[in-house]
C-alpha cells in the first residue's frame, strides 16, 4: 500500500470513528452500522456520508481519491463520479461544466445508468444528467 492510500485509509478511518457509536449496545441497534467488505467501500460510504451532512469539502476529497485509487471497483466508480457531480451542481461557482463531465464519466462506465426519480428530477443537476444523458444517446 503506497503512502497516499495508507494516508486516505487513515482519513477515512478516522471519519469512521469520528461517526461512530458511543457504546456496543448503541451500535448494535443502529442499522446504519455495517461492516464493509473493503476500504474502498469504506471510501464510498464515507465519501457520501460527508455529501449527505454538508461536509462537500471532505466529501469531495474522499470521492476524488477514491477515483484515483486502483482498487476501487466500477460501481464505486459511478457512486463517487454522481456525488462529485452532485456537488459542483450544488457549488455557488458555476461548475456545471464539471458536473457534466463527472456524469459523462459515469456514461462511458455505465452507459444504461439512470438517477433515481427523486434524483432526476432535483432542480441543479437533473437538467445537467438529461443533457449528458441525450449527448451520450447520439
Known sequence: MSVRSKTIFVIAMVFFMLSGCSNLQRCEQSPEVRLF????EFMVNV???SFEDGNYAGSEM???NLLDSKN????EKV???KYLAFM?????KDEKRQCREHFNKIFETNPNFEL???????PMWGPVFRSAKE???K
Do not use: D
Open 72 to 75: 476501487s471497483t466500477k460501481n
Open 135 to 137: 449527448k451520450q444517446v
Open 47 to 49: 465519501g457520501i456520508k
Open 79 to 81: 457512486l463517487a463520479n
Open 37 to 40: 467488505r473493503t476500504p474502498t
Open 62 to 64: 474522499i470521492l476524488q
Open 116 to 122: 433515481t426519480p427523486a434524483e432526476a428530477s432535483h
Open 88 to 92: 459542483h451542481c450544488l457549488s455557488p
